[in-house]
């Protein structure tokens, strides 16, 4: 095993240890949700259920402006360290055909172009044919968040729940770690308020580490296409079966479907051929495809 399919190894556990880190995070964040949430809701006195009804809904849009901003920085942030691990990857590859100054720079400045494009289109959603941005997308899910614990109070409190009795609800509901009773759950909300936080967070991280792969084999003139790698967590059958194993010409490879941990892999030219073929390009032989590689990015990138 050569040191760039060591990298590939490498980059997929740092991926998946990165998908973990933010699982967690993201349940510590609906976690200390919870426990403000339902502190302030057992400690509200007014004289009447509507103004108390009232005040919870300023208190939970309070915290819902504050999710939102937790949930954009983290994702933020990792969608941007899910691209510079799939670069790391390619970048060995490069490493590992020259040791031309010249070009490794230009390899080097390519691979950091793709990956500054590639979080910036995820993150302002022209990745995606909707074209909403993550901003908008977290919000349209803090705000069923906001929604649905709207309800659930409600609910109970037409049952006439006490301010104690519903507090202990609102953690039930909102503690990801805590399960909240069926009967509780009214037509419309969701059973678990954290899951598409998570679920628009592992699909992002996926997302910007195929998009880096995809762009940086359209950029790699040795590149023959994208393995198709099957997820070891892929739950059940579905179309990812169907791929397995397929190498696809970057311009064609399929968008993993939300919630998706299957991954592309670059197959390229292998390293003592292409070391080889530069060699012998940089020593005057011809070669179309080289040469059409330079004028496309030389003035771009020296």
């Not at 200390?32 to 057992?42: F, M, T, Y």
């Not at 919870?56 to 994702?75: D, F, P």
């Not at 397929?246 to 991954?263: G, M, R």
Request: include cysteine.
């Amino acid at each position: 095993m050569n040191l760039y399919q060591q990298r590939i190894l490498e980059g997929r556990r740092k991926f998946l240890k990165l998908n973990k880190q933010q699982e967690k995070e993201l349940l510590r964040i609906y976690q200390e949700l919870a426990k403000q949430l339902s502190k302030d809701v057992s400690i509200c006195k007014t004289s009447s259920s509507k103004q108390y009804l009232s005040e919870m809904k300023e208190t939970v849009q309070y915290y819902m402006s504050e999710l939102n901003t937790k949930l954009s920085k983290t994702i933020k942030h990792n969608i941007k360290a899910s691209s510079e691990i799939a670069s790391s990857t390619s970048l060995v590859y490069y490493e590992s055909i020259t040791d031309d100054i010249k070009l490794r720079s230009m390899f080097n400045k390519s691979i950091i172009k793709t990956s500054s494009s590639t979080v910036k289109k995820l993150i302002q959603g022209s990745y995606y044919e909707d074209g909403k941005t993550l901003n908008r997308r977290i919000w349209n899910i803090t705000k069923k968040n906001a929604k649905d614990i709207d309800t659930l109070i409600k609910v109970n409190i037409s049952k006439g729940a006490n301010a104690r009795e519903l507090a202990k609800q609102v953690d039930k509901y909102v503690n990801p770690l805590k399960r909240t009773k069926a009967k509780t759950i009214v037509s419309g909300m969701n059973s678990k308020v954290s899951y598409q936080a998570q679920r628009l967070a592992r699909t992002s991280i996926t997302h910007s580490f195929a998009e880096t792969t995809i762009e940086n084999a359209k950029n790699n003139p040795f590149n023959i296409g994208l393995k198709w790698n099957l997820s070891s967590s892929h739950p059940r059958h579905d179309i990812c079966d169907s791929y397995v194993g397929k190498v696809f010409q970057p311009e064609d490879a399929p968008l993993q479907h939300p919630n998706c941990l299957c991954y592309f892999t670059e197959e390229n030219v292998p390293i003592e051929d292409a070391i080889k073929e530069l060699k012998a390009w940089s020593n005057g032989k011809a070669n179309n495809r080289l040469d059409k590689w330079l004028e496309e990015y030389e003035e771009e990138f020296i």
